[in-house]
């Protein structure tokens, strides 16, 4: 059926075009394939690429097509990384980042290491922790403002239930010292079945042979654990950490909605601070700057991580 | 401690099973709640959505997906009276706020937005990526390694950081605020993750099938639609439905560079206001219709779930 | 495989023929951009008289106020064509004149014999004139508005409450005069058992993202002795935005906000606040005046029961913050000239009486000091002392950069605990003056 239609586009073109179709060269095809990717991810991600490199080197605002454009040389990037304000937001997206990821491989290694007993029905609630990340950041970050409001929000009456708190008190947005946790909380449960998953499959990867082998040497039960589970999952939770942790430094969208960097800077993480400065004060040029900043860093940090993981793959 | 009945040979005991399923579902329930919650609340009426304590029993209601389909204004009890018999369900539930409907909302065609672009940009992605998954798998393409790192790549810039020049380029294209150029972009950050989760797909198909058809007469491209397509066909739907995922959830790109002609429902949803501030159980409405295909694809998708969300890195 | 092909090309020609359709359905609808608010819903009601008359449709793109400078910013900036008509931030009319987003009205003001001497000074300087104080023109004043206050007029005239706050502070209990008696009555209600309820002091702005803390704690600083800049001198504001005046009143904002307001306000803009006063949560009630109407004829806490009063006189001076719009035609519009018969329909005397009376706030002079408007309305007076001591944030082209500055500075100090009042607004006068420099006006 499908050869007919393949015949049947060949025969509805002109006879050279056919001929040429059907007489493509290998070489001519894995390229006739393969341009059209590469030609669209240079005209949506390498121009613009460059061209906000260039930008970063300008004062050009966005907002003021018709002013003259500058060129500033390095002064973009000195002013940022001279600016006290941009490295809170750089430690307040490591506090994030760094939190969200323990508690996401913590939690989520545990669960995978429960849900690898294969109690009767696993495969169903796995399914169903595997809901929470599939749902759209913004739309569900939005919906747990509402969660966390103070008296009205179930957030706050389940934890005046189990603490005695008056849920009048548990201000999650609004008090400087919890809101880094109601992102923190927020993230965790849309992410630990992301990290759990990837564990799971790590555990499942470990061959049965070994624990019996372990097991004929006598090796106790938490043994068995630190010399065999963890060491042969190790580069699945570090992909795991890998993923999560690109996606959580880029991380707008949940923060954005939920808490708006507030109160004060104190949820302000990178991204807000670029939104800010980008599409907010319009200073093009000085945040094109920022976000090859970011770039470098993501790509930097990624780098020397991948490496790392390929040592820990070999061994 | 469970800790200390760790792996070993003949399968956990009992007990332990039991102390691991027990805490699991605990989990489950407990991550589960705040999705219930949503569903609950959107067929709350407004004051019992804000009512404290909250409220776990309730009269249901339909007046939040009213609210969600509908913009209202407010008027006296005497010129509602003076106006006929409502005309419907949300028009009675409306009346008896003293507010009467002024017109549809924007929320349906937000939802069409999001539709035409979630789907139009899947199947560009899909489309290009089959092909160039075929490309890379099959034939020796010069720098494969680096142009395959490279299409990864565009997926490490934080959204914001691409959007600031995307901006400017549609704006000198006249793109802003349109379908084409959010499909366009769309298709260029899912295309990285189709060609990848493709490339491992067709990395799995024998080449002997394609080489068999060839020796009977068929060219490559025949081949390559005869044999491998067929086969790819479970790889290629689960491809489509992350991209899909992605382009639906999708939050950053489309609240910068769509205003309103163009604009999907992640930047809308949280724009519902009531009288004064948010209408909590329309935005929950809202939030419920825009979940359910996603609940829908998870549960289909749970088999390739994994190789989804890995870019094809871990495959079981 | 087959089918599926069939299906995405069933949807691509699908995709297609309703872009068409819905393209062609409209063509020569009018949409009009502004807030999410109570005055659009009355302006809804009002454009319905518009369409009857000239067969025009019209569409509403409305945006919530924490959204709407953002949205439509980011609209004008990017070229687009989805508002022909939009009812822009004062604050906006700067950039928007120099960057070419609104079409000049001059012209056209004088072809229609619309004057701009018909309309209050202080809106057409407000919403219209760029730069301020010349006859250029690029809206006509479309909403007037000014933050004011409304207090609980039932729990004021409880006898029991009048006699125990007398007998603490030594004054009648009624609407404040100066900020030293908004505070004592803002102590005296918060947390105070009314009815069985918990109620507290005063619900104010103390919004983050987009202006909120800014529009509120400028009433107070302008009061205490606060200016933008050097009244002789432009743009020199060493200690003129961080005198150790306006030092204090950051201070008593910040007090206010510890004390007197409701649990979780650390981000209130107007709908939280008109929510927190609706709810019957508080006693004092900042808010700009759209939501008088509103408040009004709400059945739990409007009537008898709520009354309004203008911001406090301070110990400098006694001013209030400048809200409002005026309306303008887009200049990326392809429906200019229908958007301009909208403008001249709404200047119309008759228009405008109307509008006053669905909710919005006519400009028009022949409106507002017509002998009955004081009358028309309880708050009506409120409205016209309020609007008579009007000052504004910075109009300038730079204005959303000098927002976010302050926005942050304030919210800063003032909810997250950091540093002193003097601090914040010293770095407030760095902040801005690497704007000014950036702009090469310093």
Redesign the interface.
Known sequence: ???R???NVARATPEPLARR????S??G??????S???L??L???I???F??IY?SFT?YR?????EAVKNLGLANYRRILGDQ?IWIAMQTTAHFVFWTILLQTV?GFT?A??????????AF????????????????G??????Y??????FA?VVAFFTGIA???V?M????ELAPWAIIIVDT?MW???VM??C??GL???P?YI??AA?VDRA???R??WS??LPMALP?IM?AVL?RG?EN??M??MVN?LT???????TEV??IT???Q???????GY??AF??I??VA??GL?NIYVKALNKVKQR | MSLTTAHSVVAPSANSKRIAGAIVVGYALISIVPLLWIFATSFKTPPDSIAYPPKIVFQPSLEGYCNLFTTRTRQTPEYINALGPATGLCDATVRKRNMVIAGPSNFLPRFVNSLIIAFGSTFCAVFLGTLSAYGFSRFKVPLADDLLFFILSTRFMPPIAVAIPIYLMYRELGLSDTALGMILLYTAVNVSLAVWLLKGFIDEIPREYEEAAMIDGYTRLQAFWRTVLPQATTGIAATAIFCLIFAWNEYAFAALLTSGTAQTAPPFIPTIIGEGGQDWPAVAAGTTIFLVPILVFTILLRKQLLRGITFGAVRK | MKSTWKLALGLASAITASTAVSNAAHAEDLTLCWAAWDPANALVELSKDFTKQTGIGMKFEFVPWTNYADRFLNELNSHGKLCDLIIGDSQWIGGAAENGHYVKLNDFFDKEKISMDDFVPATVVGYSEWPKNTPNYWALPAMGDVVGWTYRKDWFSRPELQKEFKEKYGWELGPPKTYDQLLQIAEFFQKRQIDGKTVYGASIYTERGSEGITMGVTNVLYDFGFDYQNPNKAYDMQGFVNSPEAAKGLEFYKKLYDCCTPPGSSNVYMGESADAFKSGQVALHMNFAFTWPGLYKDEKVGGDKIGFFTNPAGPKGHFAQLGGQGISVVSYSDKQEAALKYIKWFANKDVQAKWWSLGGYSCLNAVVNDPKFPASQPYASTFLESMAIVKDFWAEPSYATLLQAMQKRVHDYVVADKGTAQEALDSLVKDWTQVFQDDGKM
């Open positions: 059926m499908l050869d239609t393949a015949d179709i059907r007489g493509i290998d070489k095809l894995a390229w006739l394939f393969i059209p990717t590469i669209l991810l005209a949506i991600n121009f613009p690429l061209w906000a930008l004062n966005a907002n003021r097509p018709n304000d939690i669960l290491w429960l849900i690898d007993r294969k109690f009767r029905g696993h609630w796995t399914t169903i922790i595997l809901v929470p990340m599939m749902l759209s950041p913004a739309v569900v939005n919906f747990w403002r509402f969660l409001e103070p008296q009205i929000g179930l009456y849920p009048t008190h201000q947005l609004s008090n400087v449960w630990t079945p992301y998953l990837i799971l499959a499942r990867s470990i049965e624990y019996e097991e106790s039960n938490w068995q654990f065999i589970t699945f992909l993923f690109i430094f880029k707008f969208d909605l708006g960097g507030g109160p004060g800077s104190t990178a991204s670029l939104k800010r980008a599409f907010e004060s319009w200073r093009t945040s094109s976000a090859i970011l770039f993501v790509f990624a």
